[in-house]
C-alpha cells in the first residue's frame, strides 16, 4: 500500500528557506548595513553570478521578497531586505 506525502506546509517552507546558504543570505542583506556581492560571496563560497541568480531567481521571484540594491560609495552595490515583520 502507498503511503501518500503531505505537501509541505508553509511552516516547513520558511524553516528550509531559512537554513542553508539562502538562509544565510537572507539573514546579511537583513542586517542594517545590508549585504555586497563580495560579502555574500565569501558567506557562500559561491560565485558572484550565482548569488545574483539567487537573489532574482529564488529571493525575489520564488519567495516574493522585497530585495533593494541601493549604491554606496564606499561599498558599491549594497542588497538589503527588511527583517520579518518591518515596515520600510
Known amino acids: 500500500m502507498a503511503n501518500p506525502q503531505k505537501p509541505p506546509t508553509a511552516a516547513s517552507k520558511s524553516s528550509a528557506l531559512a537554513s542553508g546558504k539562502l538562509g544565510q543570505i537572507i539573514r546579511l542583506l537583513q542586517r542594517a548595513k545590508g549585504a555586497t556581492i563580495d560579502d ?46 518591518g515596515t520600510r
Not at 57 to 81: C, F, I
Open 40 to 85: 555574500l560571496t565569501e558567506v557562500t563560497g559561491w560565485q558572484a553570478h550565482s548569488v545574483r541568480g539567487a537573489i532574482s531567481g529564488q529571493l525575489r521571484k520564488r519567495h516574493g521578497l522585497a530585495v533593494s540594491a541601493t549604491p554606496d560609495a564606499s561599498r558599491g552595490l549594497v542588497y538589503r531586505l527588511p527583517k520579518a515583520g
